[in-house]
């Protein structure tokens, strides 16, 4: 891989991270970034605290993901690991899938996207009309659909000649491009000026180039990783998990050994209370993610009451509405009827919902 000095210039000049003085963007790549930084006033139970939020649905795929995508590429094409010739293969709860079949689509290069039941069936859709291949895995293996993924993953790369793995769960270039761009914009938008940044966690890459940047500019600002029960990540024990995007049932390589500030765990059901929230009182939709997010930060209100907190919301709403936004699913999937969700969407937050400090 080339050397951070060299990220740097490749993410300020090549398609998808600098759109310089012109007035258009050259090509698609070239409109990832620059997502709204959004006050939302009326999702807590209070005024208080500040609530910014980063909304990566803006991005032209959809997510935070296209950032590491289109990064992940473009590494491996300056390095000439791959070339036009090559098929990308990797495994995806959707977002990467997505991020990476649009990069792949500019790129002109083939792209198989493993994934498992789970994936919401628009993010198969919006792959496939990108032009991926999608396969899908239907039995996990050990108990977990993503060691599934990454088992099919390998034997297609065996079978598939000129093949190549960007794999979002190692390369470093999925916590640099966050690193580069994301708490970059935040920070620059703000001045430095917030005290905690939540974030949702799956193969970590987000926290980590958050905090990374963070670090390195002596902020004091307290990086919260927002964790799924069923995770395995930061030592939780493995449980079912409905909601994609949030928690692994493997440790991936990005992940061991990582350390954050605190780390929350929420519930399907957080999930799709946040979701719903944000819609009834903000008009947002947000994603599954999003909407644990949001939820673990509201769980923490009173505690920072005089704070101002930056949440990173990975995803759109508008991928879930046969999921997290349909009461059917929710009342057969999660067991909660509709008058006992709308209940949860309007009361006060629960007590925090699982907290430990790394």
Request: with cysteine.
């Amino acid at each position: 891989m080339i050397d951070f000095g060299q990220r740097a210039q490749l993410c300020s000049s090549d398609p998808g991270f600098s759109r310089g003085q012109q007035a258009w963007s050259e090509g698609i790549l070239d409109c990832i970034g620059r997502t709204p930084l959004v006050r939302l006033s009326r999702y807590l139970d209070e005024s208080s605290p500040e609530l910014l939020v980063k909304l990566e649905s803006a991005n032209p795929g959809g997510s935070a993901k296209d950032r590491p995508a289109a990064l992940m590429l473009a590494d491996a094409l300056q390095r000439g690991v791959i070339d036009g010739q090559t098929t990308v293969v990797e495994s995806s709860s959707g977002n990467m899938g997505i991020g990476l079949a649009q990069a792949c689509r500019y790129h002109g290069l083939r792209f198989l996207c493993v994934v498992d039941p789970h994936a919401q069936s628009q993010n198969v859709a919006i792959i496939r009309a990108l032009g991926g291949e999608v396969i899908t895995v239907n039995e996990p293996v050990d108990g977990s659909y993503l060691s599934a993924r990454i088992a099919r993953v390998q034997q297609l790369l065996d079978e598939t000649h000129n093949s190549f793995w960007p794999n979002q769960y190692a390369n470093r270039c999925n916590p640099t491009a966050h690193e580069l761009t994301t708490i970059r914009e935040i920070d620059d938008a703000i001045g430095g000026e917030f005290d905690y940044l939540f974030v949702a966690t799956s193969s970590t890459g987000t926290a980590q180039g958050c905090r990374d940047y963070l670090r390195k500019r002596g902020r004091r600002t307290k990086v919260v990783a927002v964790d799924a029960h069923g995770s395995v990540l930061f030592g939780g024990l493995p449980g079912e998990r409905l909601v994609p995007g949030l928690g692994a049932g493997r440790v991936p390589e990005l992940a061991e050994g990582q350390e954050f500030d605190q780390i929350l765990r929420v519930s399907d059901l957080d999930c799709v209370v946040g979701c719903r929230r944000a819609a009834a009182r903000e008009a947002v939709l947000v994603g599954g993610s999003a909407g644990g997010v949001l939820e673990a930060v509201r769980s923490l209100q009173h505690e920072l009451k005089t704070s101002r907190v930056v949440a990173i919301l990975h995803d759109s709403g508008t991928r879930y509405l046969d999921t997290v936004f349909n009461d059917e699913w929710v009342a057969s999937s999660l067991g909660v009827s509709p008058e006992v969700l709308a209940t949860r969407v309007n009361e006060s937050a629960l007590l925090p919902v699982s907290q430990d400090v790394g």
